[in-house]
């Protein structure tokens, strides 16, 4: 039920920084835990990171934990990744996706309910 509609993304350099945005709407839209997925060119989608529904407790994969901030403004219905000292290795489309349950690396994609349309983030060397 609960509609995401993603922003940001882009072309930056090695170490530099991008915000992105996930806008959730619908009538549950403040009810879901909130995370962040990537897909790199010939790669299996990802976990990245996630927020519980207070925004009091985060998680994050192993590769970006340090480098990427997951935030969430409930006022909004909306979730930010801070995305800094990129590296190539970053490149890869973003999917934001929302849960009523915990997700966490583990969660299987299938099992969540909503995900945004993506957005391209590439890094160059």
């Known amino acids: 039920q609960v509609q995401l509609v993603q922003s940001g993304g882009g072309l930056v350099q090695t170490g530099g920084s991008l915000r992105l945005s996930c806008a959730a709407s619908?009538?549950?839209?403040?009810?879901?835990?909130m995370a962040w997925f990537r897909q790199a060119p010939g790669k299996e989608r990802t976990f990245v990171a996630s927020?519980?529904?207070?925004?009091?407790?985060?998680y994050y994969a192993d590769s970006v934990k340090g480098r990427f901030t997951i935030s969430r403004d409930n006022a909004k219905n909306t979730v930010y990744l801070q995305m800094n000292s990129l590296e190539p290795e970053d490149t890869a489309v973003y999917y934001c996706?929302?849960?009523?349950?915990?997700?966490?690396?583990?969660?299987?994609?299938?099992?969540?309910?909503?995900w945004g349309q993506g957005t391209q983030v590439t890094v160059s060397s």
């Open positions: 996706a929302a849960d009523q349950g915990t997700i966490v690396k583990y969660t299987r994609q299938r099992d969540i309910e909503s």
């Open positions: 619908g009538r549950t839209a403040s009810s879901y835990f």
């Open positions: 927020i519980t529904l207070s925004g009091r407790y985060t």
